[in-house]
């Protein structure tokens, strides 16, 4: 069965350094998604991706923030300089219609 | 703007027992609306989906939902809980294809033997 994956599953990063979260969606799909979840939080919307440009995002997605689908195949997560509140589950997701399906998730880890 | 609510934070029950979890949304028209699982330090996986036709719904591990248009509700239902389903439950609600999905803030199930 097709699948999203997320690289790598647990990352530590120093803060202020850029990190960047990878994800191959399911091939044949067509909207990508990033949501976080903070530990024991709600999972919480970052940005929306269709046609090579971002379709929506939240309040959560500032500048430090930025997403790329580089070739056919991988979609990006980009944070240029991490802050300690930036440490969460990062999870991915792709939709064909109304069903996300997603990867198991980046734990990020800001010291 | 839609919005999911799920007023249990915290719900313990006893193996065996029959589960229903809570979900309100709030949306000017039908949703799509979804259940997801997440294990501890795990992904989210799909219990069920609700995008129109029969208003109750099966889904995998024995699990159903029913939704109800009156009530703006699809709570989530098990008639005899396993305590391998001690974990965390979402709701979900997408308004149109292509668009995000927006949780509740989850329901954490407590299984007791």
């Known amino acids: 069965e097709p699948e999203v994956t997320q690289t790598p599953s647990h990352q530590v990063t120093q803060m202020g350094q850029e990190v960047i979260l990878r994800c191959v969606p399911i091939s044949n799909h067509l909207y990508f998604y990033w949501y976080r979840q903070i530990l024991g939080q709600k999972v919480e919307f970052l940005v929306s991706f269709y046609n090579n440009e971002i379709s929506e995002k939240s309040e959560i997605f500032d500048d430090q923030f930025s997403v790329e689908r580089p070739d056919g195949s991988n979609f990006t997560l980009k944070i240029r300089s991490t802050k300690l509140e930036d440490s969460a589950m990062y999870f991915c997701a792709s939709s064909l219609t109304h069903e996300a399906f997603f990867g198991q998730g980046t734990r990020l880890t800001v010291v | 703007a839609q919005s999911v609510t799920q007023p249990d934070i915290h719900i313990t029950v006893s193996e065996g027992a029959s589960l229903e979890l809570r979900c309100n949304y709030s949306y000017g028209a039908t949703p799509y609306l979804f259940w997801y699982v997440q294990s501890p330090g795990q992904g989210l996986q799909l219990l069920l989906k609700?995008?129109?036709?029969?208003?109750l719904v099966q889904g995998i591990k024995g699990f159903e939902a029913e939704f109800k248009r009156s009530q703006s509700s699809f709570n989530l239902r098990k008639p005899s809980v396993h305590w391998s389903d001690a974990a965390e439950y979402f709701c979900g609600l997408v308004k149109e294809y292509g668009n995000k999905l927006v949780f509740g803030a989850g329901t954490i199930l407590r299984v007791k033997s």
């Open positions: 609700y995008f129109s036709g029969d208003t």
